[in-house]
Nanobody, 123 residues
Framework: QLQLVESGGGLVHAGGPLRLSCAAS????????MGWFRRAPANEREFVAA????????SYADSVKGRFTITRDNTRNTLYLQMNSLKPENTFVYYC????????????????WGQGTQVTVSS
Protein backbone atom coordinates (compact mmCIF):
# COMPACT_ATOMS: atom_id res chain seq x y z
CA GLN A 1 0.00 0.00 0.00
CA LEU A 2 1.17 3.49 -0.78
CA GLN A 3 2.80 5.24 2.18
CA LEU A 4 2.74 9.00 2.62
CA VAL A 5 5.22 11.03 4.66
CA GLU A 6 4.81 14.76 5.25
CA SER A 7 7.62 17.18 5.99
CA GLY A 8 8.28 20.90 6.06
CA GLY A 9 6.20 21.92 9.05
CA GLY A 10 7.53 24.15 11.77
CA LEU A 11 7.28 27.52 13.48
CA VAL A 12 6.92 30.62 11.32
CA HIS A 13 6.06 34.26 12.00
CA ALA A 14 2.79 35.67 10.74
CA GLY A 15 3.09 36.83 7.16
CA GLY A 16 5.81 34.34 6.36
CA PRO A 17 5.82 31.42 3.94
CA LEU A 18 6.20 27.71 4.44
CA ARG A 19 6.20 24.81 2.02
CA LEU A 20 4.97 21.39 2.99
CA SER A 21 5.98 18.26 1.12
CA CYS A 22 4.41 14.82 1.03
CA ALA A 23 6.60 12.02 -0.26
CA ALA A 24 4.91 8.90 -1.55
CA SER A 25 6.52 5.48 -1.43
CA UNK A 26 5.63 4.24 -4.90
CA UNK A 27 5.00 5.32 -8.45
CA UNK A 28 1.33 4.50 -8.04
CA UNK A 29 1.24 8.00 -6.50
CA UNK A 30 0.52 9.25 -10.01
CA UNK A 31 -2.82 7.43 -10.02
CA UNK A 32 -4.12 9.08 -6.83
CA UNK A 33 -6.11 12.24 -6.37
CA MET A 34 -4.27 14.02 -3.57
CA GLY A 35 -5.35 16.46 -0.93
CA TRP A 36 -4.17 18.46 2.05
CA PHE A 37 -6.25 18.57 5.20
CA ARG A 38 -5.75 20.16 8.59
CA ARG A 39 -6.84 19.37 12.11
CA ALA A 40 -6.81 21.23 15.37
CA PRO A 41 -6.75 19.17 18.59
CA ALA A 42 -10.02 17.35 19.26
CA ASN A 43 -11.46 18.49 15.94
CA GLU A 44 -12.20 16.74 12.68
CA ARG A 45 -9.95 17.04 9.67
CA GLU A 46 -10.83 19.98 7.45
CA PHE A 47 -10.26 20.33 3.75
CA VAL A 48 -7.46 22.67 2.65
CA ALA A 49 -6.75 21.83 -1.00
CA ALA A 50 -6.97 19.04 -3.56
CA UNK A 51 -5.33 18.27 -6.88
CA UNK A 52 -6.27 15.93 -9.69
CA UNK A 53 -4.16 13.01 -10.86
CA UNK A 54 -2.27 14.97 -13.51
CA UNK A 55 -2.32 18.23 -11.60
CA UNK A 56 -4.62 19.96 -14.04
CA UNK A 57 -7.46 20.64 -11.61
CA UNK A 58 -7.12 22.12 -8.15
CA SER A 59 -9.52 23.34 -5.49
CA TYR A 60 -9.11 25.22 -2.21
CA ALA A 61 -10.92 26.05 0.96
CA ASP A 62 -12.17 29.62 0.83
CA SER A 63 -9.99 30.59 3.77
CA VAL A 64 -6.75 29.79 1.91
CA LYS A 65 -7.58 30.81 -1.66
CA GLY A 66 -4.99 33.16 -3.06
CA ARG A 67 -2.46 32.31 -0.33
CA PHE A 68 -1.94 28.55 -0.61
CA THR A 69 -0.98 26.58 -3.73
CA ILE A 70 -1.15 22.82 -4.14
CA THR A 71 1.09 21.17 -6.72
CA ARG A 72 2.43 17.73 -7.44
CA ASP A 73 5.43 16.24 -9.19
CA ASN A 74 4.56 12.77 -10.37
CA THR A 75 8.14 12.16 -11.50
CA ARG A 76 9.26 12.60 -7.89
CA ASN A 77 6.17 11.03 -6.28
CA THR A 78 5.74 14.18 -4.23
CA LEU A 79 2.89 16.50 -3.30
CA TYR A 80 3.44 20.08 -2.18
CA LEU A 81 1.57 22.83 -0.40
CA GLN A 82 3.04 26.30 -0.70
CA MET A 83 1.62 28.46 2.05
CA ASN A 84 2.14 32.23 1.86
CA SER A 85 0.99 35.11 4.06
CA LEU A 86 0.47 32.76 6.95
CA LYS A 87 -1.75 33.77 9.84
CA PRO A 88 -1.92 32.52 13.43
CA GLU A 89 -5.26 30.90 12.60
CA ASN A 90 -3.42 28.65 10.13
CA THR A 91 -1.86 26.84 13.09
CA PHE A 92 -2.82 23.18 12.67
CA VAL A 93 -1.47 19.73 12.04
CA TYR A 94 -1.49 19.33 8.25
CA TYR A 95 -2.04 15.97 6.59
CA CYS A 96 -1.66 14.80 3.04
CA UNK A 97 -4.10 12.21 1.79
CA UNK A 98 -4.83 10.19 -1.32
CA UNK A 99 -7.79 8.50 -2.93
CA UNK A 100 -8.81 6.85 -6.18
CA UNK A 101 -10.33 7.31 -8.58
CA UNK A 102 -12.50 10.42 -8.19
CA UNK A 103 -11.79 13.96 -7.13
CA UNK A 104 -13.06 14.87 -3.65
CA UNK A 105 -12.80 17.52 -0.94
CA UNK A 106 -14.23 15.27 1.76
CA UNK A 107 -11.80 13.81 4.28
CA UNK A 108 -13.99 10.77 4.81
CA UNK A 109 -13.54 9.79 1.16
CA UNK A 110 -9.75 9.57 1.40
CA UNK A 111 -8.27 6.23 2.40
CA UNK A 112 -4.54 6.98 2.48
CA TRP A 113 -3.11 9.36 5.09
CA GLY A 114 0.25 10.59 6.20
CA GLN A 115 1.19 11.05 9.86
CA GLY A 116 0.82 14.83 9.76
CA THR A 117 3.18 17.75 10.23
CA GLN A 118 2.68 20.58 12.71
CA VAL A 119 2.52 24.14 11.44
CA THR A 120 2.61 26.87 14.07
CA VAL A 121 2.24 30.53 13.11
CA SER A 122 3.24 33.07 15.73
CA SER A 123 1.76 36.55 15.87
Amino acid sequence: QLQLVESGGGLVHAGGPLRLSCAASARTFSTYVMGWFRRAPANEREFVAAISVKGISTSYADSVKGRFTITRDNTRNTLYLQMNSLKPENTFVYYCAGRRPDYSAKAIEYDLWGQGTQVTVSS
